[in-house]
């Protein structure tokens, strides 16, 4: 059953979601006086590029490599397949000249074996939608040693069977969550990315032209938040956003029920504004993945359909490379609808060898001139 909000629920879901409004629209408000105090976040030099040709979804299902192109951005869950099957199957998608994304269930776990093999002290709860507590739980004390130890696991094991990217779901606030993850939690996970990736790449693990990074998925708040307080040492790779209603940053269900009733357009999302001043700024490619037929919160049971005028508007915004929208949820995979939009659409050809940000420096990403 869809988790009963109550006046605590409410409140707490309120201010997160008044918190990361505010820090978006003060943006727009104060960004002159903010940006005489603190400099632009400085861009790393770009050297030699690859044309971006879009996020291909293929989590669900191992596909044949005659369905991938060159530039394109490939993410699979490798624990669908034998180790060394795994890596002979990234290593022919890199030779077509796509790039390998892991996909781990991160924030969640799946009901049974997954579940289960977390410590009893390990708090778990609703993923904030019926239709993914059927096979998922959320983990609440994401930063516990034990579930950093099980994303470390993963981490390592993605780039050790040679993929390029790493992308930890489920990193999100979901609709009526009384636990959002928080800017301080995210910096956390991300350092451990980042320093796991150092650690390989310093012993040979990853090769020097290997290029390799994290995915800024979903909860980009937070990720703009911590590049403007100087409080990681790189960049993501790309960024991507999925299910931005339902995910969405607002009171209890109010994306859901404002998407379904075509009254929610996309800058009404706090983390497609925050994904957008990213992508302007660093020129990082930027995804918005949407379902053609998404379940209903509201309902158990049901689902409504995607409206167009969100996909238009969506793909229409600066800084959004492309909207792609799968047919359902009950299969993760392809790209059955693909809206080309202005937003950046190169990778870096060659690995960034040093830090890409100055840490410990505060700084500000440039203004949208949109929304």
């Not at 979804?57 to 192109?69: C, D, G, K, Q, V």
Request: proline share 6%.
């Amino acid at each position: 059953m869809l988790p009963t909000s109550n006046k605590r629920a409410s409140s707490t879901a309120a201010v997160f979601a008044f918190a990361t409004v505010i820090y978006l629209i003060g943006h727009g408000t104060a960004d002159a006086q903010s940006q005489q105090q603190r400099p632009l976040c400085e861009r790393p030099s770009s050297g030699q590029s690859i044309k971006f040709s879009g996020l291909y979804p293929a989590i669900e299902e191992r596909m044949a490599l005659s369905s991938f192109a060159a530039g394109q951005v490939v993410e699979i869950d490798p624990r669908a397949m034998p180790i060394e099957e795994a890596r002979t199957y990234i290593g022919g998608l890199q030779s077509l000249g796509a790039r390998v994304g892991i996909y781990l269930v991160g924030g969640h776990c799946d009901h049974g074996a997954d579940c289960d093999e977390l410590p009893k002290e390990v708090r778990l709860g609703s993923t904030g939608s019926w239709n993914w507590d059927e096979s998922e739980r959320r983990i609440l004390d994401i930063t516990h040693p034990a579930v950093l130890a099980r994303l470390a696991k993963g981490i390592e094991n993605g780039w050790r069977l040679g993929a390029n990217y790493i992308r930890i779901d489920n990193l999100h606030h979901p609709a009526g969550s009384t636990h959002p993850r928080t800017p301080a939690q995210m910096k956390t996970i991300i350092d451990l990315g980042h320093e796991i990736d150092d650690r390989l790449r310093a012993d040979g693990t990853i090769e020097p032209k290997r290029v390799t990074g994290l995915v800024a998925h979903n909860n980009l708040v937070s990720w703009a938040s911590l590049i403007e307080q100087g409080k990681l040492r790189r960049l993501p790779a790309i960024l991507t956003s999925e299910r931005t209603a339902q995910l969405a940053a607002l009171p209890a269900y109010e994306g859901d029920a404002r998407m379904k009733a075509g009254r929610l357009g996309p800058l009404d999302i706090p983390d497609i504004q925050a994904g957008r001043r990213i992508a302007e700024h660093f020129q990082i490619p930027y995804s918005i993945v949407e379902f053609r037929k998404s379940h209903d919160l509201a309902r158990r049971g049901r689902s409504y359909e995607l409206p167009a005028a969100y996909v238009d508007a969506a793909r229409k915004l600066a800084g959004v490379t492309e909207v792609i929208v799968i047919k359902n949820e009950s299969r993760y995979v392809g790209r059955d609808e693909v809206f080309a939009g202005p937003g950046p659409a190169t990778l870096p050809q060659e690995p960034s060898l040093s830090p890409s940000l100055s840490t410990a420096e505060a700084c500000s990403l440039m203004r949208l001139h949109d929304g």
